[in-house]
């Protein structure tokens, strides 16, 4: 079982950037990915990219290509936000599985952060 602490989110202006952290521990396989995740109010979790530690593969929903990158140093992965926009105003959760390959599905994860309120607000 991964365990995973975020850190970073607030509040930021519109156009103004921020880069997300989860730090991953327990690993026990040589390899892991992780996802990063959103959600608002009465709307399902939604998928923004993830990594495969293998390889350092990366995948991207629609919705985070252009504006969102992740990456990972070491046992941290990041998720950096560009352009932030007020719709990008939800809780960001990382999640962490043991499998080679990386998914931007919530379903494919069994452990997850504690999540971090992202607000983009003037």
């Known amino acids: 079982q991964l365990q995973l602490v975020q850190s970073g989110g607030g509040l930021v202006q519109p156009g103004e950037s921020l880069r997300l952290s989860c730090a991953v521990s327990?690993?026990?396989?040589?390899?892991?990915?992780i996802g990063w995740f959103r959600q608002t109010p009465g709307k399902e979790r939604e998928g923004l990219s993830c990594i495969a530690s293998s390889d350092d593969s990366t995948k991207y929903a629609d919705s985070a290509k252009g504006r969102f990158t992740i990456s990972r140093q070491a046992n941290t992965v990041y998720l950096q936000m560009n352009s932030l926009k007020p719709e990008d105003t939800a809780v960001y959760y990382c999640a962490g599985s043991d499998q080679l390959e990386c998914y931007v599905r919530p379903y494919e994860y069994d452990d997850w952060g504690q999540g971090t309120q992202v607000t983009v607000s003037s």
């Open positions: 327990g690993v026990i396989r040589s390899y892991y990915s």
